[in-house]
C-alpha cells in the first residue's frame, strides 16, 4: 500500500476532523472497544491509528497505547493532539502492519487494526497484516478491524458526484464485484469488503469471532441532526446505533464495520 502514504500525510489533519464530523462512528467504535477490551492498564496497540484519535481517547481511559502508522505526518500530528489533551500516548512508532518486526510477540493484551486493511488489495495482504496483528498479542487476547463496506463508494457518489456511475460504468461494476478501487482518485487505493465476507477473513488468519459491528449504525447517511445532539439525547441514539449496529441486516447500510476476535489461548502466532 506505499500509495497510502503520501495520501495520509496529505490528508493528516482531515482524517482528524473526520471523527469530529462523523461523531456516531467513533462514539459507537469506542463503546464497542470499551465492552470487549481487557480493562486498563492493559497494553494496547493502535495499528493504522493515523492522527491518534482512538489511541488518545484509550489512554484518557488508562491503557498504555502504542501508535503505529506508516504515514509520518499523521504521527506528528498525534503526538500536538496528546499534548493539547494532556495525555502521554506510550510509544509512537512510524512502521507499516505488513512488517512489525521491531515489535515482539505476545506484547500487547489487545491490537485494533484501524485503517490498514482499507488498503490491502490481496487477500494474501490482508491476511498477512491480520497475523501481524495476531503475533504481537499474547494467547487470548482481542483483536479488533476496522473495515468498509462494498456500498460505501456508491453511497458517496450518490451525495457527491452523481455521474459517476454512468461515466465510468464498466470501472462501477468492477468495484461492485470485487470490492478493489485501483484509481488514485478522492482516495489511496483501496478494498471494500463485503459483509458477508469480514468474518471468513478475519477467521482465515486464527481469529475466533466475537462481534461484527455496522459502526453507523441506523442513521448511516442521516447522521446530522444527531451528531448535533448532546447529553441524554446523545446517549440514547448511541445505545440505539450500538444495538442496532450488530443487526446483521443492517451491516450493508452502514460505511464502516468493526471486528472484534480472540486469539486463541493455545495458538503459535
Known amino acids: 500500500m506505499p500509495e497510502a502514504e503520501p495520501f495520509y500525510d496529505q490528508n493528516a489533519r482531515s482524517e482528524w476532523e473526520r471523527l469530529e464530523r ?5 462514539a459507537v467504535t469506542m463503546l464497542a472497544l470499551q465492552e470487549h477490551l481487557p480493562p486498563p492498564p492493559a497494553r494496547i496497540i493502535d495499528i493504522g491509528g493515523g492522527p491518534g484519535r482512538y489511541s488518545i481517547a484509550l489512554s484518557q ?30 510509544q509512537i512508532i512510524h512502521a507499516n502492519i505488513l512488517d512489525l518486526g521491531m515489535i515482539p510477540s ?27 496483528a495476531l503475533r504481537v498479542v499474547v494467547p487470548g487476547g482481542i483483536v479488533g478491524a476496522a473495515l468498509i463496506t462494498r456500498f460505501a463508494p456508491f453511497r458517496q457518489a450518490a451525495v457527491e458526484e ?60 442521516h447522521e446530522e441532526g444527531v451528531n448535533a445532539l448532546q447529553g441524554a439525547d446523545w446517549d440514547a441514539w448511541v445505545d440505539l446505533n450500538y444495538q442496532l449496529g450488530q443487526d446483521a441486516s443492517l451491516y450493508g447500510a452502514s460505511d464502516h464495520l468493526l471486528y472484534l476476535g480472540q486469539k486463541s489461548s493455545d495458538t503459535n502466532l
Open 22 to 26: 462523523h461523531k456516531t462512528e467513533f
Open 61 to 90: 481511559l488508562g491503557y498504555q497505547v502504542t501508535l503505529v502508522d506508516l504515514s509520518r505526518n499523521s504521527l506528528t500530528l498525534a503526538a500536538e493532539k496528546a499534548a493539547e489533551a494532556k495525555v502521554e500516548i506510550d
Open 106 to 132: 505476545s506484547t500487547y493484551q489487545a491490537s485494533i487494526i484501524m485503517g490498514p486493511l482499507y488498503h490491502l488489495l490481496s487477500h494474501k495482504e490482508r491476511v498477512q497484516a491480520i497475523k501481524e
Open 162 to 221: 452523481q455521474e459517476w456511475l454512468a461515466d465510468e460504468h464498466d470501472y462501477a461494476m468492477k468495484l461492485l464485484e470485487s470490492g478493489i478501487h485501483d484509481q488514485t482518485t478522492m482516495f489511496a487505493n483501496a478494498y471494500f469488503i463485503h459483509p458477508y465476507d469480514v468474518n471468513s477473513l478475519m477467521e482465515s488468519a486464527g481469529l475466533q469471532t466475537i462481534l461484527l459491528l455496522g459502526v453507523e449504525g441506523i442513521v448511516a447517511g
